[in-house]
């Protein structure tokens, strides 16, 4: 039996046609890496707060909330697809850079 629930959560609660198979595979793609990214960026933090570093913490704190924004504008409309794709590259591109710096 699946669960209609979980699998509606992958594809951002859209409901996809047989020929749209391949955006509905993006869409579990980048959920997917939404919960990844929240899960980073929540251990991120908490480990920045343990070992008493706070530098990165409030730029891990903005990064968590757009993606939280994200998340939700990909609910709202599916055109909002390679717009959030591309945010959620630049977004990370950038932090990684912020690290070697």
Same mark, same amino acid.
């Given at each position: 039996m699946k669960?209609? !629930? !979980? %699998?509606? +959560?992958? &594809? @951002?609660?859209? =409901?996809?046609?047989? =020929? %749209?198979?391949? $955006?509905k595979n993006?869409?579990?793609?980048?959920?997917?890496? +939404? $919960? !990844? @990214?929240f899960a980073g960026l929540i251990f991120g933090i908490s480990a920045n /707060? $343990?070992?008493? &570093?706070?530098? !990165? /913490?409030p730029v891990e704190t903005v990064l968590l909330l757009s993606a939280v924004g994200l998340m939700l504008a990909l609910r709202i409309n599916k055109k909002y697809f390679k717009v959030i794709s591309f945010l959620m590259t630049l977004q990370y591109s950038i932090l990684f850079l912020l690290w070697f710096i």
């Amino acid at each position: 039996m699946k669960n209609k !629930l !979980l %699998e509606n +959560f992958f &594809t @951002s609660g859209w =409901d996809f046609k047989e =020929d %749209e198979s391949e $955006l509905k595979n993006k869409f579990q793609m980048v959920n997917i890496v +939404f $919960l !990844l @990214s929240f899960a980073g960026l929540i251990f991120g933090i908490s480990a920045n /707060i $343990l070992r008493a &570093t706070p530098a !990165l /913490i409030p730029v891990e704190t903005v990064l968590l909330l757009s993606a939280v924004g994200l998340m939700l504008a990909l609910r709202i409309n599916k055109k909002y697809f390679k717009v959030i794709s591309f945010l959620m590259t630049l977004q990370y591109s950038i932090l990684f850079l912020l690290w070697f710096i």
